[in-house]
């Protein structure tokens, strides 16, 4: 049973780069036809898609962010990681790392973008 | 890009049967949209009750399923528990990537 943890600041001050890792168990990154992928939701709103990054590398992402926006794998530490640069206040959420095709979840972690 | 829309609520009788549906700006969704369907109670993270269509997880109960209907894609819940009430997202494919709905709040009641 494959287990996803995001980690990584819950602070950001705006204009700085948010950096987060999801780090991967019970399941080889490297392995298998498998995406790794980054939502987020801001506090009572819809989930909104960020990007999402296949085995081999090639990486895709939502259009809106895509100028900011950098999701990454490192498979020696098994991790996937997301950074999102030039924050505002409207990139306070929290971010889920999720792995396709099966759809399977991390608990997520709260980012507040804050001076 | 894709504009996805999902009805904003939907109420359905405990043991009832209902459908949430979710379409495309685009035109109609197919099963190279590769729809999934997630539920989210006050809270909690999502979690996948479908994938690429129909496929369900493996711990989605039997009364939910998946389908396309209309040129939409389906997620119809036979026999509503209590313990269902909660919001849908529905994500398709779209250009290269994916793009969510804006979510179903469905209530039991």
């Known amino acids: 049973q494959v287990q996803l943890q995001e980690s990584g600041p819950g602070l950001v001050k705006p204009s700085q780069t948010l950096s987060l890792t999801c780090t991967v168990s019970?399941?080889?990154?490297?392995?298998?036809?498998?995406?790794w992928g980054w939502i987020r939701q801001p506090a009572g709103k819809g989930l909104e898609w960020i990007g999402r990054?296949?085995?081999?590398?090639?990486?895709g992402y939502n259009p809106t962010l895509k100028s900011r926006v950098t999701i990454s794998i490192d498979t020696s530490k098994n991790q996937v990681s997301l950074e999102l640069r030039s924050v505002i206040a409207t990139d306070t959420a929290m971010y889920y790392c999720?792995?396709?095709?099966?759809?399977?979840w991390g608990q997520g972690t709260l980012v507040t973008v804050s001076s | 890009q894709a504009v996805v829309t999902q009805e904003p609520s939907l109420t359905v009788s405990p043991g009832g049967t209902v459908t949430l549906t979710c379409g495309s700006s685009?035109?109609?969704?197919?099963?190279?949209?590769?729809p999934y369907w997630f539920q989210q109670k006050p809270g909690q993270a999502p979690r996948t009750l479908i994938y690429?269509?129909?496929n369900k997880h493996s711990w989605t109960p039997a009364r939910f399923s998946g389908s396309l209907l209309g040129g939409k894609a389906a997620l119809t819940l036979s026999g509503a528990q209590p313990e269902d009430e909660a919001e849908y997202y529905c994500?398709?494919?779209?250009?290269?990537?994916?793009?969510f709905g804006g979510g179903t709040r469905l209530t039991v009641l």
């Open positions: 999720v792995r396709e095709p099966r759809g399977d």
């Open positions: 994500l398709v494919y779209h250009s290269g990537g994916r793009v």
């Open positions: 685009t035109g109609a969704v197919t099963s190279g949209h590769y």
């Open positions: 990054i296949y085995t081999n590398g090639d990486a």
């Open positions: 690429d269509t129909s």
């Open positions: 019970g399941a080889s990154i490297n392995i298998g036809n498998y995406y």
